[in-house]
C-alpha cells in the first residue's frame, strides 16, 4: 500500500510539504485544490514533477469541496466541469493516478416537517447530468491510468447512491472511503462502501471520537486494524488525513510502531 499526506494549512509551499513527506517516509502528498497555491492557473507543471522527482513522491489531487457538475445554473455547471476537464489534462502531465471528489447534496427547501432536497424532487435532470459528466470524464481520460474517486461526506442518500450508480457504470470511476466522515454520520457510508467494495481504490485514514473528526491514528475510538486490512485487501492508496503537523507526526509513529510504514 501507498500511504501520503495532505497539504496542511501550516504549510505555505509545496516544497514544504515535500519536506515533510520525506522525513515521515510517505509516499505522496494529496494536492488540496481548495488552497491558492493549488489551484490550476497557479500550478507551474514543471516545478512540480521536479520537487516529486526531487524528494521521491508523487502526488494525488483533492478536487475544490464546492465542486458541482449538477448546479442547475448552466454557467456554474459547466465552470466545474471545464475544471475536472482541465484537472485531468494536470494529472496527466503530473503523473497522477488518482483524483478525489465529493459529491455534494445540493441546495434543499426546509418544509414544515422535511427537508426536499432539489436534485431528489428533479432526480431525472439530476441522473442525465451525471451521466454527461461521465461521458465527459471518459473523453478526457482515454487510455490513461486515471480514476477519479468519489468520497463519502455526510451520509449518501438515496439520490446520491442513484447518481454514485450511474458514476460507477465506468471502470474511470471509483470510490474513496473517508473512515472519520463514516463515524462521524453513524456509519451510515460503510455498509454501502462495503457493498461496492470492489470500486474501492482510495481511502482517508483519520481517527475519530464521538462527533470529533480528523484527530491523529489512536487518538480516537476507531478499530484501525480493521480499516487497515480493507486498505491492503483492496490495495487503496491512502491518505493519513490529520488536518496539523503534530497530528500526522503521531498518526506516522503509530504506523510506524506496527512496521506499516
Known amino acids: 500500500m501507498l500511504f501520503g499526506m495532505p497539504t496542511l494549512i501550516e504549510t505555505s509551499t509545496l516544497e514544504e510539504c515535500a519536506v515533510l513527506c520525506k522525513d515521515f517516509h510517505l509516499d505522496f502528498i494529496e494536492l488540496n485544490m481548495n488552497l491558492p497555491q493549488y489551484q490550476l492557473t497557479e500550478i507551474d507543471i514543471a516545478r512540480f514533477r521536479k520537487t516529486a522527482d526531487a ?41 497522477v493516478s488518482i483524483i478525489n471528489m465529493h459529491l455534494p447534496r445540493g441546495v434543499y427547501f426546509t418544509l414544515p416537517d422535511k427537508k426536499v432536497y432539489l436534485y431528489a424532487q428533479y432526480l431525472e ?35 446520491q447512491k442513484q447518481a454514485l450508480g450511474v458514476l460507477l457504470e465506468s471502470p474511470i470511476f471509483g470510490l474513496t472511503f473517508d473512515i472519520g466522515h463514516n463515524h462521524g454520520c453513524g456509519g451510515m457510508d460503510e455498509p454501502y462502501i462495503l457493498e461496492k467494495k470492489s470500486h474501492l481504490c482510495h481511502m482517508h485514514m483519520h481517527d475519530a ?50 512496521d506499516l510504514i
Open 125 to 159: 435532470r439530476y441522473l442525465k447530468s451525471m451521466a454527461g459528466f461521465r461521458i465527459l470524464c471518459e473523453s478526457a481520460i482515454g487510455e490513461s491510468d486515471i480514476r477519479i474517486c468519489i468520497e463519502n461526506c455526510d451520509g449518501y442518500l438515496l439520490f
Open 55 to 95: 524528494f521521491g513522491i508523487s502526488y494525488t489531487i483533492h478536487l475544490d469541496e464546492n465542486l458541482n457538475v449538477s448546479d442547475f445554473n448552466p454557467y456554474i455547471a459547466d465552470g466545474y466541469r471545464r475544471t475536472v476537464a482541465e484537472t485531468i489534462a494536470l494529472a496527466k502531465e503530473l503523473r
Open 209 to 258: 471520537l464521538g462527533r470529533k473528526n480528523h484527530l491523529a491514528i489512536g487518538a480516537g475510538e476507531l478499530d484501525m486494524g480493521r480499516y487497515l486490512k480493507l486498505a491492503k485487501e483492496r490495495n487503496c492508496s491512502v491518505v493519513l488525513e490529520t488536518k496539523t503537523i503534530d497530528g500526522l507526526r503521531q498518526s506516522v509513529n503509530w504506523m510506524c510502531q506496527r
